[in-house]
């Protein structure tokens, strides 16, 4: 894609550092809510998280309104919410944690964090003290791809990826769509319905990985996972990742012995995902 | 495309991708079916207006208030609409739309209960599923309409989030959307949320000033010098606006909740009031972009006001859009002034006002020579719903207007 010049300095043809993380095998890309239950602790979390294998961290930036989470994901942007955390307090821990960890960090957040940041309306001041931050991307669920030349325009200048989420309605018709515009990775929402833990990997999940086989950006499978079993039932499927946040949510939730068991459950979900790609896809015979 | 989901700069499509394939679905039965009138729907309508609805509802001259203000005032009786609010003209439209579509499952949001009951009875009278959120303090302050929800065979879930009130409830319901998506349509209540909603429920709720329009002129020989109306998400609003829009010398008056004033406590992220048009800032809640009320971070704020009907954060885009234009004037007025002018309404006129509609009726008190010589008031709702909410409030403020009750309390 063209890249119009913008922000010459940036090596824009090559691949990012996102897109980077799914080089070495299949990736776990990890959840939580910065200031839940305040920033100290999350810089701890991350650090736990990526002792773990996690190879992506997406921090999320509480917004009163997340449309698209579950309940576990609502009641922890409502504790960091309590605690204050705002957007200038979470680039500062970003900025801490970007320089201390060697993995890339990818906000998530929702438009009207992003739109009313700064003095000047639109997303460009917020993109600007993401790149400052060391943030490499964008995640914003409530934000289509119809909507989001603006943003993109603001995450080409600043050298950020603009991550898009295939659903399993989506369409092929608004799947090009969203490849034109897409880099990082391709977040494959496994199934329909908001965040949270599930007991099981839907079939939408295959469904939605055989319709991106032929994608070049890597695709990682979200909602729902929660366990070993299900990372490797998923990247057997096809997927070069899983990203998981409610069950890491959970364990910060239960405030016991947080950063240990975070650790260990990335190192689980982690090796679920290397165990899947250690295996030979079977064919998708539905 | 997006020229079309927009007013101006305000509307467009802000909603999770897995929304996005319902929302084109849907756009494509907006267009078809209501603006081509594709396989007679809106004859169906409109004749279903009629016979089930009770469609037209009379405008009124209200002969006391004429009096009072020495002007000749006007009701838009929306209150004498089936189910007792202008929601219904609304909620059948989009049952009827959804069953045209094939959806099997409704949900929709209600904050009055008026849309919910209004949603709920569209629904048995088409014979479709129906299951409504509803915030926790919207439940304890509007019973009858639970009762009523539940009586016509709707589900009611509680919303126990944040405050409790209607912008938690829409952000139930989309998450249930968002699930369900497949065969559930969302009626949404107000002229709200992603394209193609603000336009299309407008258009159903502009059988208001199409009829008031007719209305007056055989009445009073001419048009409106104003036409007023309360302004919560805004579509009694748009309803008895839009077919005046063009008419340059009619004043469009939109009030909205002043709640107990207009300071923002920034601390506790809570608005005192909910008046998001006049007072709010550019921004994006609920697929929309629009007014609303917000820290400085963009957090959204929890709103305030005595009637749970204007009790949200937001507005319709098209009515931010003609406020800018300054083609609609926003005005509010607080609490008081609005439970003095339910009581009013009632004693002077015998009809027993919604406390949203009242907002509108205490503007006219407050402000009447700001609204010309002849003026309509759309009185969007009945009042039954808010009788325990307004006895309780009335009370506690030592309301002159209102009558005492402490005798009857406690018999059986
Ligand atoms: C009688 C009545 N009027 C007005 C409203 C406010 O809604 P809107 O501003 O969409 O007309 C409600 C909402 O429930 C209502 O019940």
Redesign the pocket.
Known sequence: MSSDGAGGADESATESDVEAAFADGPALLSYVVAGDPDAESTAEYVRALARGGADVIELGLPFSEPIAEGPTIQQAIRRALDAGMTPDRYFDLAAELSEEVDVPLVCMTYYNLIYQYGSEEGPEPFVAAAAEAGISGLIVPDLPVDESAPLKAACEDHGLDLVFIVAPTTTDERLGRMLDRASGFVYVQGRLGTTGARSDVSSETHGSLDRLAETDLPKAVGFGISEREHAREIVAGGADGVVVGSEFVDIVASGENVADRLEAKARELKQGALDGATEVPEPEGK | MSSESKFGEYGGQYVPEALMPAIEELTDAYERYVLDNEDGFMDEFRQRLRDFGGRPTPLQRADRLSERYDREVYLKR??LLHG????LNNALGQVLLAKYMGKERIVAE??????GTATAMACAHLDVDCEIYMGRTDINRQRPNVFRMRIHDAEVNPVDIGSGT?KEAINETMRDWATNVEDTHYVI????GPHPFPRM?RDF?SVISEEARDQIRAKAGRLPDSVV???????????AFHEFVGDGDVDLVAVEAGGSGLAIDEEEELAPHSASLSTGDDGVLHGARTKLLQSRDGQILESHSV????D?SG??PELAHLADEGRVTPVNVGDDAALEAFHRLSKTEGIIP????SHALAYLEEHPDELGDLVVVNV???GD?DLDTVIEESARRNLDAAPTMEVFDGEQ
């Open positions: 929306e209150d007792g609010a202008h929601k209600t904050g009055a209960g008026q849309h209607l209540g107000s002229v709200v429920v709720q109306a309360c302004a919560g998400g805004g579509s009694n609003t748009m309803g009637s749970a009907g204007l949200y507005v319709g919604a406390l949203e509609s969007s709702g009945r719903k």
